[in-house]
């Protein structure tokens, strides 16, 4: 009996956090399109690119102002953290042949290969709590779970 509703559990679980993700996904971009400024351009949104948000576009916007060469964002995945992998982000002024790069309002994004396996359909935000400032993943398809503070992840079987 343990067993079959262990089972169980295991199926419906991805379908749960599916429809959840979808909800939340819809009522993020209810709120977002709601208070959004009519100068923005929207994002075009392929299927699989990695998404950034207006606050990801506004600080990256930030940081560069002090800059004389322009920097990019770049995430990659790495093994480790308390959820099997980890996010790291770090700035970046130049490319390399395996990456791809997304773009936002002039901002670019850069992700590896390997990692983009990792992150595809995910969206990028900058967060700003009592605690910390940092970038963050705050949505990603491939990941079925991670810790609290959004740092790592546990990857879809």
């Given at each position: 009996m343990a067993s079959s509703s262990s089972?169980?559990?295991?199926?419906?679980?991805?379908?749960?956090?599916?429809?959840?993700?979808?909800?939340?996904?819809?009522l993020n971009s209810s709120a977002s399109s709601a208070?959004?400024?009519?100068?923005?351009?929207?994002?075009?949104?392929?299927?699989?690119?990695?998404?950034?948000?207006?606050?990801?576009?506004?600080?990256?916007?930030e940081l560069q102002a002090g800059e004389h060469q322009e920097k990019?964002?770049?995430?990659?995945?790495?093994?480790?953290?308390?959820?099997?992998?980890?996010y790291d982000f770090s700035l970046d002024d130049k490319t390399n042949s395996d990456d791809r790069i997304f773009e936002r309002d002039g901002v670019k994004l850069v992700v590896d290969n390997v990692s983009y396996d990792f992150v595809k359909g995910a969206t990028v935000d900058y967060v700003e709590?009592?605690?910390?400032?940092a970038f963050q993943v705050?949505?990603?398809?491939?990941?079925?779970?991670?810790?609290?503070?959004?740092?790592?992840?546990?990857?879809?079987q």
């Amino acid at each position: 009996m343990a067993s079959s509703s262990s089972s169980l559990i295991r199926r419906i679980v991805p379908l749960f956090t599916t429809r959840i993700r979808q909800n939340y996904r819809l009522l993020n971009s209810s709120a977002s399109s709601a208070l959004s400024q009519p100068q923005s351009q929207p994002q075009v949104e392929a299927p699989d690119s990695v998404l950034m948000t207006e606050s990801c576009v506004r600080r990256m916007k930030e940081l560069q102002a002090g800059e004389h060469q322009e920097k990019m964002l770049r995430l990659s995945v790495e093994a480790g953290g308390c959820s099997g992998f980890q996010y790291d982000f770090s700035l970046d002024d130049k490319t390399n042949s395996d990456d791809r790069i997304f773009e936002r309002d002039g901002v670019k994004l850069v992700v590896d290969n390997v990692s983009y396996d990792f992150v595809k359909g995910a969206t990028v935000d900058y967060v700003e709590e009592l605690i910390r400032s940092a970038f963050q993943v705050s949505t990603n398809p491939s990941a079925v779970g991670g810790c609290s503070c959004k740092s790592s992840f546990m990857v879809k079987q």
